[in-house]
Nanobody, 114 residues
């Protein structure tokens, strides 16, 4: 079992910024991809952004130009910088790490509200 440590969620006003972090154990090698998904109440979990071991990034259309995903391979950590946050970004954000299979974090709440 791979334990992922997520941090950085919280309450922010519309237009504000947050940065999420997710760290995988340092003993892990050969991470294929790291990313973030989110699930809003009553909706399915969806991909927000992902970065592969080759540095290829993928974003869902609704966050392009506002969110930036980055990865520190030496620390097995992935970050999600979220700018210009909107109320519709409110959700539980889950970290996902892909080795030979996918592992999920427990989630961190992001609430965008005035």
């Amino acid at each position: 079992q791979v334990q992922l440590v997520e941090s950085g969620g919280g309450l922010v006003q519309p237009g504000g910024s947050l940065r999420l972090s997710c760290a995988a154990p340092g003993s892990i090698f050969s991470i294929n991809a790291m990313g973030w998904y989110r699930q809003a109440p009553g909706k399915q979990r969806e991909l927000v952004a992902e970065v592969t071991n080759r540095g290829t990034t993928t974003y869902t259309d609704s966050v392009k130009g506002r969110f930036i995903i980055s990865r520190d391979s030496a620390k097995n950590t992935v970050y999600l910088r979220m700018n210009s946050l909107k109320p519709e970004d409110t959700a539980v954000y889950y970290c996902r790490v892909v080795l030979n299979t996918a592992y999920w974090g427990r989630g961190t709440q992001v609430t965008v509200s005035s």
